[in-house]
């Protein structure tokens, strides 16, 4: 049992692919996964702090393991709460042997080597000092369509209420031959879509100075195989206008821009140390809206930030409509350790935050139920994630990130690219019937190495 480990992951989208790498680096120092805690002589932790006493949770979830001490298993706390809690976790839970952030995972190997000599208080732990980046080919990757590719780690923004910045280190990135390099690698696996991860994306900045984000999405979109290319999450003071010249250049590159406004009000913007106004961001949404393709549009917004007035709510509101977002992710401000937002009176009680965030998705509801509507009987191309055999139906997912449900005669592949005629619109999905024959993930590639080949070539 010793050499087996289970791990159990929280938190977005870098830290789920954080995890497939730690799980391809321990596979890679003999360990196996399992799929029952049980069964591990390992468990690891991947935890995410960015709202809702999080930590507190975690404390909760290691007292729970707790139970299961006395089997001889070892147990890891990694990510951002193990950042941010540090030797804390120790004390609460001295049964834990290895806490580490998500900076410290390339010296996992020599961390698990120590745990299993038997040394129990292992830390990889790192405050904004590392300027390496996670690069692993051992990446163990869970599905076998979609590949994440982290272009950027850290965070150097610093919004007053975020705990990222002291979560994972300063920002930097990947030289753009290193992660070209793992795109051609994946396509060659058969991958036909990417996902460029990063706190802030666009914030890239090329160690080597050979390529700006802008170039290296137009050199990703050209890989051979790949036919989608998705990047988030985009930071609007870093948006530049050639990244939407590249979506409108490379037909690879997805019609979708996640672009976290946070809040509609250049007050609670200042507070919030955003460093831009909403005319600036409203700037950067024309510059969608200019576009030659129907660049479908998501954010994040925040409500009750300390301070935030009726009017300043109002204003999000506002803008939800100026913008007309395809998705939001609504929150409700939550007060983070180390975060100069903790020392400012979190002003607006619970009931009013809970009110305006159902103001705001009831808003948001209408507006996708018109915005959705702009897709009834035209066709959209679906890549195949699944199939839903009770109601007959495969579901999908659009270039724009939208889930379409549709009817086919034959049963597609996962991973299969077919066009889809829609005949219903709901708020958050799109129902239709297929109207070509899939194209299995071997034969897109086929496709778009002919369509690469045809393309005029890019600057
Ligand atoms: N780097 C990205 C996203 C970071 S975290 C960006 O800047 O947009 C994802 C989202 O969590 C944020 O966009 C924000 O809306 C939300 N969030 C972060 N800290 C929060 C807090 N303290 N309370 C409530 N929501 C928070
Ligand atoms: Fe947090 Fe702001 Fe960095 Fe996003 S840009 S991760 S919200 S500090
Ligand atoms: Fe959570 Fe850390 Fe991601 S705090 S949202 S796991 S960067």
């Known amino acids: 049992m010793s050499k087996t480990f289970y791990i159990e992951t929280f938190g977005c989208q870098m830290n789920a692919h954080d995890s497939e790498k730690v799980v391809g ?124 590719i982290t272009i950027i780690e850290g965070c150097d923004k610093f919004c007053s209420y975020c705990v990222v910045p002291y979560t994972r280190g300063k920002e930097r990135s990947r030289t753009s ?18 996902q460029l991860l990063g706190q802030n994306v666009n914030s890239y900045r090329d160690p080597s100075g050979s390529r700006t984000f802008a170039e290296l999405l137009l050199a990703i979109g050209e890989v051979n195989g790949i036919r989608r290319v998705r990047f988030t999450t985009s930071h609007p003071r870093d948006f530049t206008k050639d990244i939407v010249d590249a979506i409108d250049a490379m037909p690879a590159l997805c019609d979708h821009v996640h672009l976290p406004v946070q809040s509609g009000s250049t007050d609670v913007l200042r507070a919030m140390q955003r460093e831009y106004t909403r005319d600036w961001y409203l700037e950067r949404i024309q510059w969608t809206k200019d576009a030659k393709r129907d660049i479908s549009l998501t954010s994040d917004i925040i409500v009750g930030f300390p301070g935030e007035t009726d009017r300043d709510f109002e204003q999000t509101i506002t803008l939800l409509e100026a913008v007309g977002y395809d998705a939001i992710y609504g929150f409700k401000y939550s007060p983070r350790p180390n975060t100069p937002a903790i020392h400012k009176h979190d002003s607006i009680p619970e009931e009013v ?65 077919i066009d889809v005629n829609v005949t219903q619109v709901f708020p958050n999905s799109l129902v239709g019937e297929a109207v070509s024959s899939p194209l299995p993930p071997s034969a897109a590639l086929l496709a778009q190495q002919a369509l690469n080949a045809r393309m005029p070539a890019l600057a």
Do not use: W
Request: include cysteine; proline fraction near 2%.
């Open 25 to 148: 680096t321990l596979k890679q120092e003999g360990y196996t996964q399992v799929s029952d805690e049980a069964e591990a002589g390992l468990i690891l932790y991947n935890t995410c702090s960015i709202r809702d006493k999080a930590e507190q949770k975690v404390f909760h979830r290691l007292n729970e393991y707790k139970r299961m001490q006395g089997e001889g298993k070892k147990f890891a706390v990694i990510g951002c709460v193990a950042q941010q809690e540090g030797q804390r976790i120790f004390e609460r839970a001295p049964y834990v042997s290895l806490v580490a952030g998500s900076a410290s995972y390339r010296n996992l190997p020599d961390m698990l080597q120590r745990l299993e000599a038997g040394e129990t208080r292992i830390t990889g732990l790192d405050d904004r000092q590392t300027e390496e980046t996670f690069d692993t080919e051992f990446t163990s990757r869970s599905n076998p369509h979609r590949g994440y």
């Open 177 to 194: 031959a290193s992660v070209l390099a793992e795109a051609q690698r994946i396509a060659a696996l058969g991958y036909t879509e990417i």
């Open 353 to 417: 935050k809970v009110q305006r965030l159902a103001i705001l998705n009831a808003r948001q509801r209408e507006i996708q139920r018109q915005n959705y509507a702009r897709h009834l009987n035209h066709t959209v191309e679906v890549m195949v994630e699944g199939h839903n055999t009770t109601r007959g139906q495969v579901i999908g997912r659009s270039s724009q990130n939208k889930t379409v449900n549709f009817t086919c005669d034959t049963i597609p592949s996962i991973g299969s690219y």
